[in-house]
C-alpha cells in the first residue's frame, strides 16, 4: 500500500495562510479521489476537502473560498492551500487516500490516511 505523508502545518496568526502537502511515497497514488480532513480536539474527524484525478473539487461550506485543493500533474502530491485563517480551522489535518466508494466526504470512504500535520491559528 502506498504511504502517504501529510507536512506544512505550522503555526499561524488568523488571517494568515499555509500550503499543506500530502506525499505518496513509493508509487503514486492510484485512487480516483484523494482528500483532506481534520480533527479539532474534542471533535471528531471532519471532510475538508476532496479532489478527483479528473481534477474535479469539492469543498465543506466552512472553507470554500478560502481553501484550495490541488493535485500535482503525476498525482503524487495532494495540497491544500489554506487562505484567511481562522482559529476554527486549527485542528490536525490529515490526507485521505484510497478511495474505496462511497460520499467523498465520509472518512469511511477512504482506507489509507496520513499521520497528520498540526495546524494553530492564533487569534
Known amino acids: 500500500q502506498v504511504q502517504v505523508e501529510e507536512s506544512g502545518g505550522g503555526l499561524v496568526q488568523a488571517g494568515g495562510s499555509l500550503r499543506l502537502s500530502c506525499t505518496a511515497s513509493?508509487?503514486?497514488?492510484?485512487?480516483?479521489?484523494r482528500g483532506w480532513f481534520r480533527q479539532a480536539p474534542g471533535k471528531e474527524r471532519e471532510f475538508v476537502a476532496a479532489?478527483?484525478?479528473?481534477?474535479?473539487?469539492y469543498y465543506a461550506d466552512s472553507v470554500r473560498g478560502r481553501f484550495t485543493i490541488s493535485g500535482d500533474n503525476a498525482w503524487n502530491t495532494l495540497f491544500l492551500q489554506m487562505n484567511s485563517l481562522k482559529p476554527e480551522d486549527a485542528a490536525v489535518y490529515y490526507c485521505?487516500?484510497?478511495?474505496?466508494?462511497?460520499?467523498?466526504?465520509?472518512?469511511?470512504?477512504?482506507?489509507?490516511w496520513g499521520q497528520g500535520t498540526q495546524v494553530t491559528v492564533s487569534s
Open positions: 485521505a487516500d484510497a478511495y474505496s466508494g462511497g460520499a467523498y466526504y465520509s472518512q469511511e470512504s477512504y482506507s489509507n
Open positions: 513509493g508509487r503514486s497514488s492510484s485512487t480516483y479521489i
Open positions: 479532489i478527483t484525478r479528473r481534477g474535479s473539487t
